[in-house]
């Protein structure tokens, strides 16, 4: 069995109760005041965790990237991708304010880096934890140099098959940092039920000993709950305040009525689980 993993006060796997990570994103629309608005009211829906996305736009599009189609859906066709994530980023104060607000709120603040300049930069302002997001797991040399911050990280594994998978985790196997939680993902937003894929944890769960988690991108809370039934300490749900609000993640999100729903559910499966 893996290891308890510890993350500031809260303890990942074992008999303990799941760690649930509202993802805020780019959801805060790059305003500082409305992500602190979001930390708050992720805090009073259940979540141990808020987590956004540390990058520098220019670093992670060229100018000539198209947008995903349910970004088109969500936003002005006009604009390019690098536009929209610009207008959507944080700068690196807003991200220290962001991570002193969640200190005082006792909730857990996470982000998700995109390159070793972020990663340094998170681990700076004393980050407890990363999550990797499914793009970066065949970026072996980028994973491997996050393991080494020996701080547990948890892995997305949305693009990926189980050879891809199998090679990132003998690279990093060799770093002393064995604080690795896999979480089943399904990159598309949203996500339909049937490509959930739960029985993914039973593979890894075979294949890996590492704790699982579910990084869940559909639009209700089915799967998160049955994920729990099969191990899952982990879940990760998008999180806004208004599916309605301009972006590209609202529309694919859970309003803070229908978090809290999910945190409860979730708190009462695990009762209905016992020991």
Same mark, same amino acid.
């Given at each position: ?137 065949? %970026? ?6 996050? &393991?080494? @911050?020996?701080?547990? =990280?948890? $892995?997305?594994? #949305? ?95 859970? %309003? ?6 999910? &945190?409860? @559910?979730?708190?009462? =499966?695990? $009762?209905?689980? #016992?020991?």
């Amino acid at each position: 069995m893996p290891n308890l993993i510890k993350i500031s006060n809260k303890k990942i796997g074992g008999n303990n109760k799941a760690f649930i990570i509202a993802e805020i994103g780019v959801n805060h629309n790059g305003d500082l005041q409305l992500a602190k608005k979001m930390v708050i009211e992720a805090k009073k829906c259940g979540a141990d965790c808020v987590k956004f996305q540390t990058y520098k736009s220019d670093q992670v599009v060229s100018d000539k990237a198209p947008k995903a189609k349910y970004q088109l859906k969500n936003t002005s066709k006009s604009e390019t991708q690098l536009k929209m994530l610009s207008r959507l980023e944080l700068t690196r104060k807003d991200f220290i304010k962001l991570n002193n607000f969640c200190l005082k709120k006792n909730i857990i603040f996470l982000s998700t880096p995109y390159n070793k300049e972020d990663v340094d930069f998170l681990t700076s302002i004393g980050v407890k934890a990363f999550k990797l997001a499914s793009m970066h797991l065949t %970026e072996i040399d980028f994973v491997n140099y996050v &393991v080494s @911050k020996n701080k547990p =990280v948890f $892995i997305s594994t #949305g693009m990926s098959n189980l050879n891809d998978i199998r090679k990132t985790i003998k690279k990093i196997s060799k770093n002393k940092n064995k604080k690795i939680i896999l979480l089943q993902c399904t990159t598309n937003y949203p996500s339909k039920i049937k490509d959930s894929n739960l029985n993914v944890l039973d593979t890894f769960k075979k294949n890996f000993n590492y704790i699982v988690g579910y990084s869940d991108h559909t639009m209700q809370d089915l799967s998160c709950l049955i994920s729990i039934a099969k191990g899952a300490k982990v879940i990760e749900k998008h999180f806004t305040l208004n599916k309605k609000m301009k972006g590209p993640d609202h529309s694919s999100s859970f %309003e803070p009525h229908e978090f809290k729903d999910m &945190v409860n @559910k979730i708190r009462n =499966v695990e $009762i209905i689980l #016992g020991s």
